[in-house]
């Protein structure tokens, strides 16, 4: 792993500490990933076109190409502007990759092989690199070099199918990069796997981390149902999820996400509201397998017993009951969580070019190899002229690489 103190005045800390990460990626699916591995305490060089990572654009921005979202999936990462179809370009990116952890990318992976960046390639510089692709198919299909996006993908593993089932409407894609950011995770424990393996073997290796079978392998875990077996029991899907009543609950004065789900939660909720015998008096309710059949007409009578009092109210009973509930947020509701507020999750921090932002902080924690506090998101080629200096160039050739236009530096 690497040993070079990248930075003197900040040490990384962490269980990632010493390893370092080439980040080819952009928008979010390899953004997010390689944010996890810089906040565990890797060094994670983002390499930036000289135009800047798409993600810069989206959002209300202080400054030009440092939106919200940028800012939010970027932390604990260098930038490093290099243009890749420059000679010194590519030769200093291939520096880089001598001495490095992981590469990781979120292009086709024939568009790396046109930059002469294939894993054959990669291996030849470093034999023990771990060469991380995320991208949209597995290789050997049909739709392997296919461009895939978050809402294509949604719908290919049957999400807007699956929301319109449910809600009777029309289908429509998760208010969320969901397929990136599980795809995301999804490649950041596949590496994790590979530098383990590497500490054993002293053997790197290749990655493909695809978005439709990832997600598809998401989804019908909850909802093969009867497809599981052959010849097929039913259509598919898990009932529960699918009913139409599956929703936060409308109280007199708002609305209250409650799951009155074991036998046991059942008992102390019908005990506070009065209706001790609705289990034996109605089979429905009887048991789990029972609800389970008959989930539309439990959730239905539900939604009518939570209509009859306060939010406040509810929150009273269920904490008596033991029954889980939790407040249905916002989007400004959720920053005044008095959890989160108390665990200080949204952290104002002072960025260098955006003045005062909240932060979100990493939600993990270790007690033996704690990361410390990540860097803010980088501006574009904020880091150019340290990373190269690192490889042994002299403040001469840096200033010539960027008026050749093969790197610029903020």
Known sequence: MHKNDFDKNQSSGGPLQGVRVIDLTSVLMGPFASQNLGEMGADVIKIEAPQGDLVRQIGPARHAGMGPVFLNANRGKRSVVLDLKSPDGMDALRKLIADADVLMYNVRPQAMARLGLSYEAVQAINPRIIYAGLFGYGQDGPYAARPAYDDLIQGACALPDLIARASGGIPRYVPNALCDRIVGLTGVGAILASLLARERTGRGDKIDIPMFETMVAFIMGDHMGGLTFEPPLDGGGYARQLSPQRRPYRTKD????????????????????????????????????????????????????????????????????????MPMHSLQSVLQDPHLVATDFFAEVQHPSEGAIKSIRNPVKWKNHPPATPRVAPTLGQHTTEVLRELGYSEAQVQAMVAAAAASAA
């Open 254 to 325: 708002g609305h209250i996400c409650a799951l009155v789900y074991t036998d046991k939660q059942w008992r102390g909720f019908l005990a506070e509201i009065g209706r001790e015998t609705l289990m034996r008096d109605d089979e429905r309710f009887a048991s789990y397998a029972q609800r389970t059949v008959h989930i539309d007409h439990v959730y239905d009578v539900l939604a009518g017993i939570f209509e009859e009092r306060s939010t406040d109210e509810w929150m009273e009973i269920l904490e008596r009951a033991d029954v889980p509930f």
